[in-house]
């Protein structure tokens, strides 16, 4: 009987096994609790006012990369024409540009370097330059002549002109070659009226309005271009 009694007592060894089993289970049931805890306040963290997904909202455009456009990247504003008035002289005037067909050697090539020809005149009289005018002319030009004697000279020491644009009804014709290889051509065109302003801003000279005018032009082609020999009103006067 007392042995009976001495087996079912625990044994020391056996009762402390069991106890560091039982606080390793309570240590590592309280580490996952903290860090259960942890995760949830992490969570309870996010904004609830973040941007949807793509699989739980409307897609949103994403942010541009694209570096601000600079002052240098900025296109130019164009200038802007504005004829001359009482007050002061043409500004930013284009530059007539010999279009493609003046370039031909045929009657309608003819016909459009005639016209031409009168823009540029219009040009000189507001500008004062007479180069894309004697770019296309003969340098016995009667025409270019008194344009350059008259007209040119006076765009200096502040003085300007107002008006002076050509407008070209027609330009006809017959594509013939004269016995000096020239051809010929009939137009009739109209000025805008002329007047002359010094520098302090008074009138020096007004033209007055002219009535349309049928002028003749006599030009060479040669190098692949027209060039004005001359032009002249049809009773002999010079335009």
């Known amino acids: 009987m007392t042995t009976s009694r001495t087996r079912s007592q625990p044994q020391p060894d056996r009762a402390r096994s069991h106890r560091g089993r039982w606080r390793r289970r309570h240590h590592f049931a309280a580490v996952a609790g903290l860090a259960l805890v942890a995760g949830l306040a992490l969570t309870g963290c996010t904004p609830t006012d973040a941007p949807p997904t793509a ?5 949103t455009a994403p942010a541009s990369t694209a570096a601000p456009a ?6 130019s504003p164009t200038p802007v024409y504005k004829p001359a008035t009482a007050s002061g002289p043409a ?7 010999l279009p493609a067909k003046a370039r031909e050697f045929s009657k309608a090539g003819l016909e ?3 016209t031409y020809w009168y823009s540029t005149l219009g040009y000189a009289f507001e500008t004062g330059d007479s180069k894309p005018m004697m770019a296309i002319s003969d340098p016995a030009c009667k025409t270019c002549a008194a344009m ?6 006076w765009h200096s020491e502040g003085r300007w002109i107002v008006g002076g644009q050509m407008f070209v009804l027609s330009a006809k014709t017959t594509f013939t070659q004269m016995p000096d290889s020239t051809y010929q051509v009939i137009t009739l065109v109209r ?12 009138l020096s000279e007004d033209m007055g309005a002219k009535p349309s005018v049928a002028d003749i032009v006599v030009a060479t082609y040669a190098g692949g271009q027209w060039r004005a020999r001359t032009v002249e009103h ?6």
């Open 91 to 97: 500004q930013n005037v284009p530059v007539p540009v």
């Open 234 to 239: 049809l009773n002999g006067n010079t335009a």
């Open 55 to 59: 699989a739980t909202g409307p897609a």
């Open 112 to 114: 459009a370097f005639a």
């Open 148 to 153: 350059e004697s008259s007209v040119i000279p």
């Open 191 to 202: 000025q805008q009226q002329v007047k002359y302003f010094r520098s302090d801003k008074s």
């Open 70 to 75: 600079t002052t240098s990247d900025a296109p």
